[in-house]
């Protein structure tokens, strides 16, 4: 019996059970469960359709006008592309031997009334053209910044409208 008391004894030390312990660990449950109660009945009262309808209007306000403003400032973009490649692959038509009998004529009939000569047109031209060669160079890069900056926004717009789409089509939503 001396033995029993002892193994008695040594598991009553070991299990010690304490009344304030075991009531405040009843409070904390009790705490957690009225949580959960309050986040279940604001699940249930959640208003699906309100959120969908909220949903729906950023997607057409926001990306939807988004992605058309982009597409638009990228046919612009393109379109000024499209004109500055073409000013820059064509040579300017300027017909030397037109142009210095042209001269040679005006000379004639104003005859030391013309101060500028032949050459200085001829490197007039040449340095109209190269200015602008030059400005059409720097636009052009301009532009196709714009135009990489303007693609990858689109791509996130893009994206952005995939996903409210995926939202608004999932069965689990409504």
């Known amino acids: 019996m001396d033995e029993k008391n ?42 699906y359709h309100q959120q969908e309808i909220s949903i729906n209007q950023e997607l057409v306000d926001e990306v939807e006008t988004r992605i058309n403003d982009i597409n638009l400032e990228l046919y612009n973009i393109n379109y000024d592309l499209k004109k500055i490649n073409t000013a820059l692959s064509e040579k300017i038509q300027f017909d030397i031997d037109e142009i210095q009998q ?4 005006a000379n004639f009939y104003f005859s030391g009334q013309l101060v500028k000569d032949y050459d200085a047109l001829v490197n007039f031209n040449k340095k109209m053209t190269q200015e602008r060669h030059a400005h059409l160079k720097e636009r052009k890069a301009k532009l196709e910044s714009q135009q ?11 994206q952005k409208r995939q996903d409210y789409l995926s939202l608004l089509q999932e069965a689990d939503f409504f």
Request: proline share 0%.
């Open 6 to 47: 002892k193994k008695k004894n040594k598991l009553r030390t070991q299990i010690s059970f304490d009344v304030n312990e075991h009531n405040r660990l009843k409070g904390e449950i009790s705490l957690q469960q009225q949580e959960i109660s309050t986040i279940e009945q604001q699940l249930n009262s959640f208003n």
């Open 102 to 105: 042209i001269f040679e004529e």
């Open 148 to 158: 990489l900056d303007l693609t990858r926004e689109h791509e996130k717009s893009s």
